[in-house]
């Protein structure tokens, strides 16, 4: 009896357990579930574009035909999936509209996008979200609640893209930057130029034919000046293998550049760190290997033996490798070039903005900071002091000098604004430059610097006015433009203008908008020696499906820059060959540039 009683107790509960359950449970139609786990996501594009601090891009959705019962609401929140972490996206609403005729009030509903019975439904949702690192590995997913009047019920995740987030788009991250004065314009600084040859297939310092200039250059390096600017360029001959004259030029821009940054952070006055010297904006390079095309301007074909044919050689059809063989059976013209043509081409040129070396300067500086100057000091050598001076004390001792005896000169506000916002004094640094650009309203400068301040305060509209202001007076700050135009939303424009380089924004265009073609039509007329292109070539080779282009551009991307490689693990444009030996054997290629040597003189120039 004893166990019949538990028995019957365990029935009853069961059944009760069933009942609530059933009462529990979601009355949504199973062909509405079934609707909502085959809804069709697409994203556009699948690799969206990374401006300034936000990615934004398109998710669409497409509902089939059916007939959607009364007070039927379907609500898709899409998240974003990476590294143990979920970032929930603006929610997508949906309202079934049965009979639209009698809905009128409806159409303009701003909430909810409206269903409707008829026909396939296309639906575009824009959706925005901050950059993080690692966001460029994670998934799309969705995660889709369906509500029938009273009743609700929530689907299991469904998934919208695995293609994660393109890591090229971090090329597009634009800073805003203070523009400094042209100094050349106001005759604050000098140009110096130094062109250091080197003998055949030698990269080595101790290898150079001018070691005068070398050290008059590494002189320069060690003196009490201030650096604006220093731009190295590197050449290699056009004989021999263009693969490996392309390293010779760059292992002499690498020789030049080491001995800049060791000149640089032990000279004994005012030594720099080295990453400062490291900054874009500070140290520009430039290297490439002497086309035979390139030097066509420069040759007087009259007084070269054999010129006429060295000419029809120069301008045929045939590849550089061609036209090697081809003048090298020439032996006359050959010795001529190599004589008279081809040690010009061996340079590194060097070309350094600074302010005056002069004693008399840095005399008048040390007697303006003891109070024994007694002398009239004009605005330029005020300004040029400020420039050599090694302290903040000293610097704006002197420049609100040139604001005190020069109250009309913009100048003096100009580095007074300048050196306030170096130290982050923001609300000064906008003051002075409002005073700079009201005494000279053509100073671009001093609008783009106003736009900065007003960047950092969020006024972005007002930064933007600013900025068109200072391009119509032909100069403004591409990285500037870049950032105004993505915090107000304008990400195509935005693109245009992210990087220096309008060819790169170009080719970046082209390959978001899935127009590969078109970006390596762009590509093929950048520079050889840009990294950036090579790697955007092998982009362009993953979405055409050419594996050849893609290993090969992203072997030679990697090999200018290791940086590449860390970015090529983790680039969904390549998640399709994950597992291919040919890409796999690509991502090993080492980094280092080969350095070369006479014995491989028959192979390069």
Known sequence: MKYLKVLLLSTLCTTLFSLDTEANRPNISKNLISLCKKLQFSTLPEVPVKIGDSIPFKIYIEFPCYSYHKNTQIIIIPEIHFN?????????????????????????????????PKGYTLFEHEVT??????IEKGSIEARITIIEGTNSLELPLQKISTSGFSTFSRLLEPVAEILPLDCEKENLCVRNKFNILFPVNQSELGSVLNKKIVTKFSNLLLSNVEFLDIHVESSASPEGEERLNENLAYDRLKTLQN?????????????????????????SKQWSQRNWKSLDPELNYYNIPNGTLLKDIINSDLSEAEKNIEVVKLPKLYNYLN????????????????????????????????????????????????????????????????????????????????????????????LHFTQASSLNPRSAESYNNIAVCNLLSLKYEEALELLETAANLQRVSPANYSFALSKLGRHSAAIRWATPEP????AIDFLMNKEPYEALKVIDKMPKTSDKAKYLAAIAGAKINDLNLLCTKLIEAIHQNPEYRELARFEAEFNKYRNNPQFIEALKIPAESTTLNNNESTSTE
């Open 84 to 116: 143990n972490k979920i970032i929930a996206l603006k929610t997508m609403r949906f309202k079934a509209v049965p009979r639209p005729k009698e809905n009128k009030d409806l159409k303009n509903d701003s909430v909810f996008a409206l269903l409707s």
């Open 129 to 134: 979200t901050l950059y993080e690192p690692g």
């Open 259 to 283: 001995l800049i940054i060791e000149r640089l952070i032990s000279r004994p006055s005012n030594p720099y760190k080295t990453e400062d010297l490291l900054n874009e904006t500070f140290f």
């Open 339 to 430: 004589h008279h043509i081809f040690p010009s081409k061996r340079y590194t040129n060097v070309e350094i903005l600074s302010t005056p070396n002069d004693d008399v300067l840095i005399t008048d500086l040390q007697n303006l900071r003891d109070g024994k100057n007694k002398k009239k000091l004009s605005v330029i050598r005020l300004l040029q002091m400020g420039m050599i001076a090694n302290n903040d004390q000293d610097i704006l001792m002197i420049y609100q000098k040139a604001i005190k005896d020069f109250p009309t000169d913009y100048r003096g506000y100009f580095m007074l604004g300048k050196l306030n916002y170096e130290n982050k004094n923001y609300n000064q640094a906008l």
């Open 503 to 506: 060819t790169i924004n170009k």
